[in-house]
């Protein structure tokens, strides 16, 4: 019995996805929720499991291919095998699915158009697909590889004049952008052209917090399983807090009207390698620091290995970016549209402060608010962040809400 292999429902939020990977070509054996096909959207990857044991019949939406919500990618043959599955249908569905180009060598159409972007030659490539196919990871792979320096040579004396060939090679490499990629670069130009956004700083002084972490960290592990005290639940919690003096800093602006939220769903900015995710803890202001810490943990690996769910980043009131876990000292975050205030967290960093007319040696962080100022005056970004300032250098505030 053959069945319809479907892309899933996307949100309201997703318009459609692009094919990114087949795990599985026409004719191979299928266990039920094995993974069949990778599609990538400009939040997440989603993964589409086979619904039974079985056979791929036919791709009908290739690598590369735009696809809707719901929409068929391919044919199931439930129950089928490997081995009785009619080889001309294999062929038949192996010729819709890649193209035959450069002395029948078979591709995918995703690395067909790899190659035709770089100028390469498909017999050059090595392919590790199935049949000897050429895929889109093959071609990326022969891209990141690096050259021989003879080779290197060659080509840059018969393309570039001798003037420039003497200074040596001037490797470049063409990708295309990811939906994720291309989907932050577009909120992020959104965010700098339709926001009257400014930044305001300030620093804190991190002895208290570190004396606090240093004392209580390995109680902390003990008491609740293994979960380590780190530094953002910390600034979670201040954050909560602050939000909730400050509401103008936890709202968000719908066209004409000002929508002032009664929780604070707080996003914690996780870098991976295809780019920037914001998953949110809901609730924020309700969690405790073992909860928080677990679950920013917990984020933090499904971001790390794509598993992060498009409802886990969806929504959230106020955003916080550590970039300090990177070493920078200072920097300017830019707003997660629709929200309206973000936190950016630096480097913890020794520094000679005055302390009751002494110099004393502190480990100092510089903080940055950006907040939409069509919202949010200056007044109120300057009271918010000395709130966090003052919650943070003194932790007791926090427990207390003082």
Known sequence: MSTEIKAPSFPESVADG???TWHKQPGEQVSRDELIVDIETDKVVLEVVAPNDGVIESIIKGEGDIVLSGEVIGIFAVGAT???APESTAEQTSESADKVVDNNIIMSPAAKKMIDENKLSASAIPATGKDGRLTKEDVVNYLSAPKPAAATQV????TLP????SLGA??????????LRASIARRLLDASQNTAMLTTFNEVNMKPLMDLRKHYK?????THNGTKLGFMSLFVKASAEALKRFPAANASIDGSDIVYHGYQDIGVAVSTEKGLVVPILRDADTMSLATIEESIRTFGGKARDGKLSIEEMTGGTFTISNGGVFGSLMSTPILNPPQTAILGMHKIQDRPMAVNGEVVILPMMYLALSYDHRMIDGKEAVQFLVTIKELIEDPARILLEI
């Not at 001037?170 to 939906?179: C, S």
Request: charged share 40%; aromatic share 4%.
């Open 218 to 222: 390995d109680l902390f592990e003990k």
């Open 162 to 165: 001798a003037e420039t060939a």
């Open 18 to 20: 692009t094919i990114a």
């Open 82 to 84: 490997g081995a009785s």
């Open 170 to 179: 001037r490797a470049e490499k063409r990708v295309p952008m990811t939906r």
């Open 155 to 158: 080509k840059t004396e018969k």
